[in-house]
């Protein structure tokens, strides 16, 4: 009954934390707020419309800084290679996205020692090849990140964070889950030997006696 209990109150806190999550990708937004002189994350996220679909996608950044009209290339990611392609950015662009696998769906990057020549629009584009039986779809989605870089950082960024930290609690809920499954499992297994056991017992006693 403990275990069943356990069970439930994960389930259900688990149910509340996903509830806007989707085929265990969620889209969140970019945040938009870097501090000078530190690493900020650029987000970029595009889930798969059908996931039991094998699939192929590289990303691109591209950034127009603030008061420009054209953008200029300035990452390529290709799993398992990725190229900076600006010297802007040289040593300082960390890919963060999908790791391990060309099924890319998060293309994010950490710009290192962010500086307020940063400030501008960042593009990233996902081109992904779904193969399908018959033949190949081609898939192409940009987001748009607008990025304003300050001294220090505020409130409103910290809320920001608090959200995304909310999605990284997802994932341990999700291992949490497997981890309270596996027990009960094991409990539930070693009650249901240990009550085989019993009933072979009284068996053999049964049997003498009726000798």
């Given at each position: 009954m403990i275990c069943l209990q356990e069970l439930m109150s994960s389930f259900?806190?688990?149910?509340?934390?996903?509830?806007?999550c989707h085929g265990g990708c969620a889209e969140v937004d970019s945040m938009t707020e870097a501090v000078a002189g530190e690493s900020f994350l650029l987000g970029c996220i595009s889930c798969k419309r059908r996931e039991e679909v094998p699939a192929h996608a590289t990303v691109d950044w591209h950034f127009k800084p603030t008061g420009e009209d054209e953008y200029v290339h300035i990452f390529h990611y290709d799993h398992p290679h990725l190229e900076i392609l600006n010297e802007h950015?040289?040593?300082?662009?960390?890919?963060?996205g999908t790791m391990g696998t060309q099924d890319v769906q998060t293309g994010a990057v950490f710009i290192h020692n962010v500086t307020f020549n940063d400030t501008g629009t960042y593009r990233c584009t996902f081109q992904r090849t779904l193969s399908l039986p018959k033949d190949n779809e081609y898939i192409t989605v940009e987001k748009e990140v607008e990025l304003?870089?300050?001294?220090?950082?505020?409130?409103?960024?910290?809320?920001?964070?608090?959200?995304?930290?909310?999605?990284?609690?997802?994932?341990?809920?999700?291992?949490?889950?497997f981890?309270?499954?596996?027990?009960?499992?094991?409990?539930?297994?070693?009650?249901?030997?240990?009550?085989?056991a019993r009933k072979a017992l009284k068996a053999q006693k049964k049997a003498l006696l009726n000798e």
């Open positions: 259900l806190v688990f149910i509340l934390c996903v509830s806007h950015f040289f040593d300082r662009l960390e890919w963060q304003i870089v300050v001294a220090e950082a505020n409130r409103e960024m910290l809320s920001v964070v608090s959200e995304i930290m909310m999605y990284v609690l997802i994932v341990v809920l999700q291992l949490w889950m981890v309270v499954l596996i027990y009960c499992y094991r409990k539930i297994w070693a009650e249901h030997e240990a009550r085989d």
